[in-house]
């Protein structure tokens, strides 16, 4: 993940019409559909870059009509492999002898980027495969339903019990390890970048940016149907030889 960051930030500071630093939300997808382990990252980050010291805020515009990506995505590639098997090299670790000598970058155009990001997030709160594509569990086998990436249709696989066990766990990440990353000014120490690129874009004060967001309806008693309000939270301490439940212990008293 670090290497695909050092790669497009490398890219934007040296892009000519960009020339300034880069933001990316990062998450790392370690399987494809049929659970086969396949580590990739998905990077999402705006088509822009920030120059903290002349505070402007740059955009990426085509040069060809109907032409929307960010970066070359062949160049990208060799940058990125390249980066990628020295960082492996520094470590200490032993490269393989059947290293592809071509590697796949794909860039899209996600106009917002809002669905991209509702599609990175599906992943992070929710496991490998969900319950409902488990079709069958018999026989000491497993079949699960996934979708075929090249064909667009539902395709079932079906292999021992050991066997999707092993698929299951070669997933789950070390410990220390995170599956999300934020890089450059969206990183959450960058606040003050992003207090700047608030000011740059919006022109006003960035406290002021989330005022148009609707305030939560009011908790309304049940009796006379007039607002409530928190008054206070306690917590009681467990009796002897009891240990209460969480939902035993908060205890809200409301007006």
Request: glycine residues 6%.
């Amino acid at each position: 993940m670090q290497c695909a960051w050092q790669t497009l930030d490398t890219f934007c500071h040296n892009d000519r019409q960009l020339q300034g630093s880069a933001g990316a939300v990062a998450v790392l997808h370690t399987h494809s559909r049929r659970l086969d382990y396949h580590p990739h990252v998905h990077l999402a980050m705006p088509a822009g870059a920030l120059d903290a010291d002349k505070r402007l805020w740059r955009t990426k515009r085509s040069q060809t009509q109907g032409t929307h990506y960010l970066f070359n995505h062949t160049a990208l590639a060799k940058v990125f492999r390249a980066k990628l098997l020295q960082a492996i090299t520094d470590a200490g670790l032993v490269l393989p002898c059947d290293v592809p000598q071509k590697w796949v970058v794909d860039c899209k155009h996600v106009g917002t980027g809002e669905k991209a990001l509702v599609y990175l997030g599906r992943y992070l709160y929710r496991g490998v495969i969900q319950e409902k594509d488990i079709v069958r569990c018999d026989n000491g086998e497993v079949s699960f339903r996934y979708r075929d990436a090249k064909t667009g249709q539902n395709a079932v696989r079906t292999v021992s019990g050991a066997t999707f066990l092993w698929l299951l766990m070669q997933h789950v990440l070390p410990k220390g390890f995170r599956r999300s990353r934020n890089f450059g000014f969206l990183h959450p120490n960058s606040k003050c970048l992003i207090a700047l690129l608030q000011v740059v874009l919006m022109k006003i004060v960035p406290a002021a940016i989330t005022a148009w967001v609707k305030p939560r309806a009011a908790l309304r008693c049940p009796c006379c149907g007039e607002p409530m309000r928190i008054v206070r939270t306690r917590f009681e301490p467990p009796s002897p030889g009891r240990w209460r439940s969480e939902a035993e212990l908060a205890r809200v008293s409301m007006q």
